[in-house]
């Protein structure tokens, strides 16, 4: 694997440094590894503790609970170079640092925060984020059927969820279900759930060519599954909103991750132009290859500061839904673009697994749909600029920056 620095954004020294880790950290432990952990189907939990002790994961925590306070712009960079090198490992910026964590970090007690949080951005614990279900992820709110009941100091989950990334090995997750039928929105209620704690819960992975093995997005089944009362994340009836949140700091983690994507597609394109030679003489020395590098070099640069433009938002502790939406729907289309400027770049070529444009291009559709499909991204933005409906009127900062509490 070459260390092609990303042409196109010059980083911050420290910054740099912590991109160069990430690079070490796959280079040296993931790669020589996950080879042997596919052909066995053994979960990589030691590879995902390691990325917690080299603190991939928490970057947006506070020192008191085991991160390193390093911001939004330093996860943005975490996530571009852990999925420019390997993209299968990104899953884990969302469940290990962002949608899980995060989630937990922004809206739990005290006492959950404690018992959940520094074992998940350590790696030692595997996260969850379950939020959709059969009947649609773009509109998780209408879509949802699964039940919490009370009973007692507990509640009884029933129901199923759809595409749960980590949920066959997931020790902790951040889980919605309905505990007002009549109530909408507002009758959803979100819980800490721990699978392996109570029965009730069943996870099967569901198969996906061009996608990680072992890395996988599952069916989840809950059959009067018992959470207790103490795990229960916000108020009853306050599901949706931490829903939203969670996913206005997913995009983050998802729009650098294909940010990473389209990088990884810009670099092998580059490589195979000049080597790749058809008439005598390099495909890159054609204009129409040429015409497909420039413009996807020009368009990463692009997604990239749009990416960074939203860290430094969320870092500023203002309100981020509108450039969440831009830098996710933008980052994107560039990644598909990407994809397809690979494809005709490599032509019979980006079938063979001698090169990874098939699995880059799996993880780019992966994406796509991931925290908000494109056209649930359009419609945000476009009523947005219209006027009828302003993006950012329920987003929410993190919680360090509301009302001044860390
Ligand atoms: C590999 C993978 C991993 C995932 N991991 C997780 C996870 O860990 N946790 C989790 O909760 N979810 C996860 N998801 C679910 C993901 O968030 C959903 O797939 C996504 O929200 C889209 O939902 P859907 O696939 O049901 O598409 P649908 O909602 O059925 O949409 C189908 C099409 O209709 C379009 N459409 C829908 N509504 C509108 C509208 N109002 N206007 C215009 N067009 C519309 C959509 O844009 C899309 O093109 C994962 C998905 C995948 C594929």
Not at 47 to 62: D, E, H, Q, S, W
Not at 137 to 145: C, E, L, V
Not at 380 to 390: H, N, Q, R, S, Y
Request: aromatic share 8%.
């Amino acid at each position: 694997m070459a260390e092609l620095i990303p042409p196109s954004t010059r980083l911050p020294p420290e910054l740099d440094l912590v991109r160069q880790s990430v690079f070490r950290l796959v280079r040296d432990e993931i790669l020589p590894a996950i080879g042997r952990l596919e052909r066995e189907g053994t979960f990589p939990r030691a590879l995902i503790a390691r990325m917690g002790a080299a603190g991939c994961f928490g970057a947006t925590f506070p020192e008191a609970v085991g991160g390193s306070d390093l911001g939004f712009a330093a996860v943005a960079v975490i996530a571009e170079e852990i999925s420019r090198t390997r993209p299968d490992f990104g899953y884990c910026m969302n469940l290990q640092a962002m949608t899980c964590p995060f989630t937990i970090l922004n809206w739990g007690t005290a006492d959950q925060i404690a018992r959940f949080v520094p074992d998940l951005i350590a790696g030692r614990k595997i996260g969850m984020f379950g939020l959709t279900e059969p009947g649609g992820g773009s509109d998780p709110a209408g879509a949802m059927r699964s039940t919490a009941r009370r009973d007692g100091d507990s509640y009884r989950l029933n129901g199923s969820k759809q595409w749960i990334t980590f949920a066959h090995e997931a020790d902790t997750g951040v889980l919605f279900a309905r505990t007002d039928a009549a109530a909408g929105a507002r009758g959803i209620t979100a819980f800490i759930i721990q699978p392996k704690e109570s029965p009730g819960y069943h996870a099967r992975p569901i198969a996906m060519r061009n996608l990680s093995p072992i890395l996988a997005s599952c069916t989840v089944s809950l059959d009067d599954f018992v959470v207790p009362d103490a795990n229960r994340l916000g108020a009853e009836g306050e599901g949706f909103r931490i829903a939203l949140n969670a996913l206005e700091f997913g995009r983050l983690t998802v729009a650098s991750r294909q940010v990473g994507l389209a990088q990884a597609c810009l670099e092998h394109g580059i490589a195979y132009a000049r080597e790749r030679e058809v008439g005598g003489r390099p495909i890159g020395r054609y204009q129409l290859v040429q015409g497909l590098i420039a413009d996807l070099a020009v368009e990463v640069h692009a997604a990239r500061l749009l990416v960074a433009e939203l860290a430094a938002t969320m870092d500023a502790g203002e309100p981020a839904n509108r450039i969440a939406s831009h830098a996710k729907y933008f980052a994107s289309r560039t990644a598909k673009n990407a994809a397809s400027a690979a494809r005709e770049i490599f032509a019979g070529y980006a079938l063979a697994d001698e090169y990874p444009i098939s699995f880059l291009a799996g993880f780019i559709d992966m994406l796509a749909v991931g925290e908000g499909t494109a056209n649930v991204q359009r419609v945000l933005i476009a009523e947005d600029a219209l006027g009828f409906k302003d993006a950012n009127r329920a987003s929410l900062p993190a919680r360090k920056f509301r009302n001044g509490a860390a």
